[in-house]
């Protein structure tokens, strides 16, 4: 799995912290942020591209060296589903293969498992916040708790998706990630002003992700 310093060097990490942090500060919610490789391993990707190299390797042997022993054409059929295999293990390879539908879900289905796996959903007021980016896919997802979400509705949550997505598209990670923040931290601070007892429930840093065992938006 790659480390978040993958993604975001120290100045960036700590800009994304100041940023959650500084939202925070106004409301009674919880913001995280996590930005992963992937949202799902694709294997079957990898399986399909090996079989279809391995049948156009027996082809290609078959119309150039008909008379080869038949054990030649095992070894040249392995070869081909060893480098079919390698070669969709590309982004960009794999990002021919996969269809729209398939990106969003992988994506929604890996933010949906890291926000229950890192407890966006114990929040004393089920304001918590992930705001997730997949690199290989090109989407964002922004995933809100029923109590802050029952106020805001989709809008808000498209308008910071965008504002990340636009951002990752001219490298900017981590100023996307900020405007994403400020505007979940802002609508947050609407309907859930800090009050004296404000603890902070949930960590500002962003959160080191990789590929999820099974998939646990915004494209750009």
Partial sequence: MRSIQHYLNAEDEEKIRRAVAEAESHSRGEIVTMIVHASDHYG?????????????????GLALFPSLHPSWFLLIETAGFV?????????GVMRLFLTNREREAAVYDRALH??????????????????????????????????IHDK???ATWRKAAE??????????????????IAICGE??????????????????????????????????
């Fill in 44 to 60: 079957r990707l990898r399986v399909a591209g090996g079989i279809a190299c391995a049948v156009a390797a027996y082809a290609a």
């Fill in 152 to 154: 805001v509705g989709d």
């Fill in 163 to 180: 504002a990340l997505t636009r951002a990752l598209k001219e490298g900017r990670v981590a100023d996307g990630f900020c405007d994403a």
């Fill in 187 to 220: 609508a947050l601070a609407r309907h859930f002003p800090a009050g004296i007892d404000n603890p902070n429930e949930l960590p500002d840093r962003p959160i080191q992700g990789g590929s999820s065992p099974r998939r646990a938006s915004s494209e750009h």
């Fill in 114 to 147: 890291a926000f229950y796996h890192h407890a966006l959903h114990t929040t004393r007021e089920a304001t918590g916040i992930l705001i997730l980016a997949s690199l290989l896919e090109r989407r964002v997802q922004i995933i809100a708790d029923r109590g």
């Fill in 83 to 91: 480098a079919g295999s390698a070669l969709c293990r590309l982004d």
